[in-house]
T-cell receptor, first 112, second 116 residues
Framework: QQQVKQSPQSLIVQKGGISIINCAYE??????FPWYQQFPGKGPALLIA?????SEKKEGRFTISFNKSAKQFSLHIMDSQPGDSATYFC???????????FGTGTRLKVLA | EAQVTQNPRYLITVTGKKLTVTCSQN?????MSWYRQDPGLGLRQIYY???????DKGDVPEGYKVSRKEKRNFPLILESPSPNQTSLYFC???????????????FGPGTRLLVL
């Protein structure tokens, strides 16, 4: 079964610090790598996404780094804020399909 | 307001009693999908639909049915619910772009189901 492995399971960061969440995928061609943010009691919402033809994408304080050869991609949150405290999910979609395979999630807590 | 709505938001039922969770979107999206979210397992895709009358299995379709008779609606049907289907369910939709380029999925608020 296709998998996306996400780590860490939980993360505590001081305000102003950098939060880093990692995901790795196995031997499958994926063509879309979105990250979702979920607050308690809410549905996930797209945060940022990358396609495999670029190695990095930045939107404000959020950056995705993509390493195609290592089959890894990561989310970096710069200058982390208490309002960033949420659960983050990475995902990947196999080429030619609209299946979505999600990681198991990372619960981020940013201390004030 | 552009949104995905789900009903009911909370549901307690008993084993074997058929139920339907409705999902509707007002964004004219072709793609709709159902997920379940369980602690430690993340989100797992149950079924998805690329357009009216076109549905396909996700990773965990067993015990679920779907239908897509109208573009805006994508109900999830549990013919004979069992306790292992106790979960938080999300519906999502997105546009389908030319060439298959994937775009943002918009999620509903979730339906919490307890099967006794």
């Amino acid at each position: 079964q296709q998998q996306v492995k996400q780590s860490p399971q939980s993360l505590i960061v001081q305000k102003g610090g950098i939060s880093i969440i990692n995901c790795a995928y196995e031997n499958t061609a994926f063509d879309y790598f979105p990250w979702y943010q979920q607050f308690p009691g809410k549905g996930p919402a797209l945060l940022i996404a990358i396609r495999p033809d670029v190695s990095e994408k930045k939107e404000g304080r959020f950056t995705i780094s993509f390493n195609k050869s290592a089959k890894q991609f990561s989310l970096h949150i710069m200058d982390s804020q208490p309002g960033d405290s949420a659960t983050y999910f990475c995902a990947a979609t196999p080429s030619g399909t609209y299946k979505y395979i999600f990681g198991t999630g990372t619960r981020l807590k940013v201390l004030a | 307001e552009a949104q995905v709505t789900q009903n009911p938001r909370y549901l307690i039922t008993v084993t074997g009693k058929k139920l339907t969770v409705t999902c509707s979107q007002n964004m004219n999206h072709e793609y709709m999908s159902w997920y379940r979210q369980d602690p430690g397992l993340g989100l797992r895709q149950i079924y998805y639909s690329m357009n009216v009358e076109v549905t396909d299995k996700g990773d965990v379709p067993e015990g679920y049915k779907v239908s897509r008779k109208e573009k805006r609606n994508f109900p999830l049907i549990l013919e004979s619910p069992s306790p292992n289907q106790t979960s938080l369910y999300f519906c999502a939709s997105s546009p389908v772009m030319t060439g298959g380029r994937k775009e943002t999925q918009y999620f509903g608020p979730g339906t919490r189901l307890l099967v006794l």
